[in-house]
């Protein structure tokens, strides 16, 4: 007789991380867990293993003398070792502090020092040897590699590498720890945009309330792939790892230059990613389809304008649309008259276009799931045209991260959606403070179960940003629905003041302007000037490209030529500035609440990318605005004055 296997679980009377495992172990022990397909050689655990090598990791710790409630410093990047080190730290009882080990080196040396840490779980040899010659003046008693390389005979310091700490494990036993949802798991030093970073600390039960909540946004199945590419270390995608693979998922690693691929070859059900990623995606369909002969880019346009008119209409009649929460009965009347009408028109979209781009994501998508930033309103259209589930979620790395998300069956596209349960938002008046009724813009306040305990060892900045009732104030502009649905407008602290006293929050003209298919990135600036300005990183490719449509004999510098050269090449002839002029009034003035003072008055290119590499992106792809103004000060300045 056929039996059978029972996948039920519920994690709401677990106290700790560590205990998830030996559930998740019980129930999905054969399935798949972990799959690095471009590790060398590749790397398949299942839950069983899984569990098998986290106790062995904590155990070494233990035999090598961490102690419950002591600081483990973790800098290292996405892979199996990273999960198992992760989890391995906290069942030894002791709780981390996580970094990615390409970070720059003294501030690994900061949290080192600032985390108390007495001990270092880093990537390799290299990435230790970054830091070797300042750990003599810090307490650290124990480095393990995440690596098999061997370390220097004659070298003082105590240090194992993956293997070895693993087999000291096997030979001794797990001394387990209790741990309650108090009891802190780790330290997460914010990246920001602005000042030193801070360790936010996570207890356990902020992080398992991610675990036994986010099921109110995606309803994972045991065996389900989720493609993973942003840092494990990074809150979002930490909480995001620890809830699927409690619910049996198969978690496969990518990374930016097999991305495309891997979305082809793993067929993934969900992934977890930032705006700049499903950004990257349609540009990539954008750039496929200026590729085609002009007949089917002609009838690729019309489909995609026809597309775009029926989700339109479809949102309206279900009062999905943004513009129009509360349509009256003649409108949702027309409405649904509209979307039966183009129906048939949208399927044979799907047939003829969008079914290959769906194909191209491997075809399996049940949810992307976007954070880490605002997603622009074309993005959130062309994912619906196309009938790729894209839902957005909100919070920051004090709230664990998830305090918002939409779900499929309230997917209020160009909002963060509703509170998760067990949270409550509040808006409040930036200067009274006073609670602001529902589509009234204000500061976004937080309270539930995933704030953080505080600032590690900083009293004073963690009584800033929670007030005596348990309120975390977010620095986020935002307003909420009649229906409570959370609409982001931008950072507090992003806000540009104009000469004539007008509020501009720049993320969402932005992200108008990115659709212009000649602009990569952009960063509005006008601070106290009469109005606005940009830096703008052209697409050398798609400028090239109309360049040669206007049979116009213009040559580009490369990205790395010096400003002078840049200054004196053609992205200065008249033409090309005249073409980005008319590109950004176009995209200002279609932008949904256009005023006057959202015009672009000056611009400059800038060939450089906005990246983590050089410093002027957090790792989750936000552009660091003091950075970046303080890098092109001259530049903007001079734009200001001409």
């Known amino acids: 007789m056929k039996t059978s296997i029972d996948y039920s679980y519920d994690y709401s009377s677990v106290n700790s991380l560590s205990e998830i495992w030996a559930i998740a172990a019980q129930k999905f022990g054969n399935i798949v867990a972990l799959h690095d397909p471009h590790a060398k050689p590749e790397v398949i655990l299942t839950y069983a293993q899984l569990l098998e090598k986290i106790k062995q990791f904590a155990a070494g710790l233990q035999a090598c003398g961490i102690q419950p409630d002591s600081k483990v410093a973790l800098f290292a990047d996405n892979s199996p070792r990273w999960f198992i080190a992760d989890q391995g730290i906290i069942m030894a009882g002791a709780a981390n502090a996580v970094r990615s080990a390409t970070a720059d080196r003294d501030e690994l040396l900061y949290i080192l020092d600032d985390s108390d840490s007495t001990s270092l779980v880093i990537e390799n040899l290299n990435a230790l040897n970054k830091l070797r010659p300042q750990l003599d003046d810090l307490p650290i ?21 993956f293997k070895q700490l693993l087999e000291l494990g096997e030979s001794h036993n797990l001394n387990p720890i209790r741990q ?55 809150c979002y995608e930490r909480s995001g790892e620890y809830f699927i693979l409690s619910h049996g998922c198969t978690q496969i690693y990518t990374n930016i230059r097999s991305f495309k691929n891997d979305l082809k070859r793993f067929k993934p059900h969900h992934m977890i990613g930032v705006p700049r990623l499903w950004e990257s995606l349609y540009e990539a369909v954008q750039k496929q389809l200026r590729e085609q002969p002009e007949s089917k880019q002609r009838l690729a346009n019309f489909f995609l304008g026809i ?16 513009e129009n929460l509360n349509p009256s009965g003649g409108e949702r009347f027309m409405a649904k008259i509209t979307a039966n009408l183009l129906a048939p028109l949208h399927a044979l979209g799907d047939r003829l276009v969008y079914q290959k781009i769906r194909q191209a994501t491997g075809g399996n998508i049940k949810t992307l799931i976007s954070g880490g930033g605002a ?8 994912y619906e045209i196309i009938g790729i589930p894209l839902l957005v979620g909100y919070g920051l790395t004090e709230t664990s991260p998830v305090t918002n998300a939409r779900t499929l069956k309230h997917n209020l596209r160009g909002s963060a959606g509703k509170p998760i349960p067990e949270t409550e938002i509040r808006i409040v008046d930036p200067d009274t403070r006073q609670t602001l009724p529902p589509t009234q813009k204000g500061i976004v306040l937080i309270r539930g179960p995933q704030v953080m305990q505080g600032y590690y060892k900083k009293p004073e900045a963690t009584a800033k940003v929670i007030d005596a009732e348990g309120w975390f104030d977010s620095g986020d502009l935002g307003w909420v629905t009649p229906t409570n649905d959370l609409v982001l407008t931008g950072r507090a602290k992003d806000t540009i003041v104009l000469s ?3 509020n501009i929050e720049p993320q969402p003209i932005e992200d108008a302007c990115i659709r212009s298919p000649y602009i990569d990135q952009i960063m509005l600036v006008g601070q106290d000037q009469k109005a606005l300005g940009a830096l703008i990183v052209p697409n050398l490719e798609t400028l090239k490209h109309w360049a040669q449509s206007q049979q116009l004999n213009l040559t580009f510098p490369e990205p790395s030529a010096s400003r ?19 590109e950004l009034n176009r995209e200002v003035n279609n932008r949904s609440g256009y005023r006057p003072d959202d015009q672009i ?17 957090t790792q989750t792809l936000k552009v660091k605005r003091p950075v970046v103004s303080e890098r092109y000060r001259d530049i903007i300045d001079r734009m200001f004055k001409k």
């Open 141 to 161: 008693e124990l480095v393990v590699l995440l690596s098999d390389e061997s370390p220097n005979a004659n070298e003082p310091l105590k240090i194992l590498n």
């Open 180 to 234: 309650d949802r108090q009891t802190l798991a780790t330290l997460i030093y914010t990246s920001g945009t602005t000042g030193k970073p801070k360790g936010v600390m996570l207890s356990h039960g902020n992080l398992l309330h991610q675990v036994t909540n986010l099921i109110a946004v995606i309803q994972p199945e045991p065996g389900d792939r989720v493609l993973s590419i942003l840092p494990s270390w990074h």
């Open 307 to 322: 597309s775009t008119r029926y989700i339109m209409a479809r949102r309206t009649e279900q009062g999905l649309n943004l």
């Open 375 to 382: 997603l622009a309103m074309h993005l959130d259209n062309f």
């Open 500 to 502: 004539n006293g007008e």
């Open 564 to 582: 002078d050269a840049i200054e004196r090449s053609d992205l200065y002839n008249k033409a090309v500035r005249d073409l980005f002029r008319q």
């Open 601 to 617: 008055k000056v611009f400059e290119l800038i060939l450089e990318p906005f990246s983590i590499e050089n410093g002027m992106m």
